[in-house]
C-alpha cells in the first residue's frame, strides 16, 4: 500500500526557510529559559527530603499513597515500596523536616485511618548527589556526541558528515529541553534518559538518510549535488514518515494512558519524534548541502589562486 506517490520536493532550495525555523526553536527555549527562570529541578538534583514510613498493614496500595501525599499538596515527590517499609523522596521546600513529617503524617493518617502508620526515619538529601548526577549526565551526552561524530565520521568518510548528523542532534535535544521548561517539567534522571533516548533516534533516522546520499552518489554521477540530496530525501521521505508515525502513536499512547511516572518521557518523546524527524530531513541533509559547497567553493578559490601565482 502506497500513502504517496513519485515526490519530487526541493528540499535544498528551501533550506534557508528550514533553518530559520530550527533557529526560531533554539530561540524558543532560549525564552523559556528566561521566562521561567531556569530549569525545575527535581529530587535527583536539587536535593530533598527522605521520609522512611511503615504501616501495620502492609498491604497498602502505593497509588493511594500517593493520592494522600498530593492531597497535602506536595507536588514534587517520589515513591519506593519493599516489604515493609515505603520510602518518600520529596523536593526541598521551605517547610522543615519536623513541619513536612507533620504534614505528611497528618494527610495519610486521615486517609488511613483504621491503618496506623509509623515514620521510621526522616533526613535531608543534600545537594552533592544532585552535582554528581549532573557531571555524569554532561558526561554521557559528550561521549554520545564523540561517538556520533566518530561513526559518522568513518561510516561515510567524511568528518563534515559527522559534524552535520550531531549538530541535527543537539539542536533536537536542546529544542525539547525548551519544550520541557515551557511545560514546567521536572529534570530528573528519567528526563536524561529520555533525551539520550531521543539522541539515538534522531540519528538512526539522519544515518539512513546520509547511506542513501552515499548510495545516490555512486548512482548519479551526473547529476549536481543538489538533485542528488534531493532525490535521496524523497526517496526515503514515506519510510522516515510511517515509522516516525508508529513512534509517535505509540508515545502518545503513553502519555496519555501511562500514569504519572511515564508521563514525563512520553512527552519528550511524543515532542522528540517529531523533531527528529525535522532535523533529519531539513537540517542535516541541508546542512551537509551548505558544508559541501563552501568547501567545493575555498578549493575552486585557492586552486585558482595558485594557478594566478604560477602565472
Not at 554521557?140 to 542532534?169: D, E, H, N, P, T
Not at 513512534?247 to 517529531?274: K, R
Amino acid at each position: 500500500m502506497q500513502f504517496f506517490k513519485s515526490m519530487d520536493i526541493d528540499f535544498i532550495g528551501s533550506r534557508r526557510k528550514f533553518f530559520v525555523v530550527a533557529v526560531s526553536l533554539l530561540l524558543m527555549t532560549i525564552t523559556a529559559f528566561i521566562y521561567r527562570g531556569g530549569p525545575n529541578y527535581g529530587i535527583d538534583f536539587a536535593g530533598g527530603v527522605l521520609m522512611q514510613i511503615s504501616f501495620r498493614d502492609n498491604n497498602t496500595a502505593l497509588h493511594d499513597i500517593r493520592s494522600a501525599i498530593e492531597e497535602a499538596g506536595v507536588k514534587s515527590f517520589e515513591l519506593q515500596s519493599s516489604e515493609n517499609f515505603i520510602l518518600i523522596r520529596a523536593k526541598k521546600t521551605l517547610k522543615s523536616q519536623e513541619e513536612f513529617k507533620n504534614l505528611i503524617k497528618d494527610s495519610i493518617q486521615a486517609k488511613f485511618p483504621d491503618n496506623p502508620m509509623k515514620v521510621e526515619r526522616i533526613e535531608y538529601v543534600g545537594p552533592a548527589v544532585g552535582e554528581y548526577l549532573s557531571k555524569q549526565a554532561i558526561y554521557a551526552f559528550l561521549f554520545a556526541f564523540l561517538g556520533m561524530v566518530a561513526y559518522v565520521a568513518f561510516r561515510f568518510k567524511s568528518g563534515l558528515w559527522g559534524i552535520a548528523a550531531v549538530l541535527g542532534v543537539i539542536h533536537d535535544i536542546i529544542a525539547c529541553f525548551g519544550f520541557i521548561i515551557l511545560a514546567n517539567k521536572e529534570v530528573n534522571i528519567i528526563v536524561v534518559a529520555a533525551l539520550l533516548t531521543l539522541a539515538g533516534y534522531s540519528i538512526n533516522d539522519t544515518i539512513v538518510l546520509f547511506d542513501r546520499i552515499k548510495e545516490n552518489l555512486k548512482l548519479c554521477v551526473k547529476e549536481n549535488f543538489a538533485a542528488i540530496i534531493n532525490k535521496s530525501i524523497n526517496e526515503v521521505l514515506v519510510r522516515t514518515v510511517v515509522t516516525s508515525l508508529m513512534v509517535f502513536i505509540v508515545a502518545s499512547s503513553l502519555f496519555f494512558f501511562g500514569g504519572e511516572v511515564l508521563h514525563t518521557f512520553a512527552y519528550i518523546m511524543v515532542i522528540g519524534t517529531v523533531l527528529g524527524v525535522f532535523s533529519s530531513v531539513f537540517i542535516c541533509a541541508p546542512f551537509v548541502y551548505e558544508l559541501e559547497i563552501r568547501r567545493s567553493n575555498r578549493l575552486k578559490a585557492a586552486i585558482k589562486q595558485s594557478v594566478t601565482r604560477s602565472k
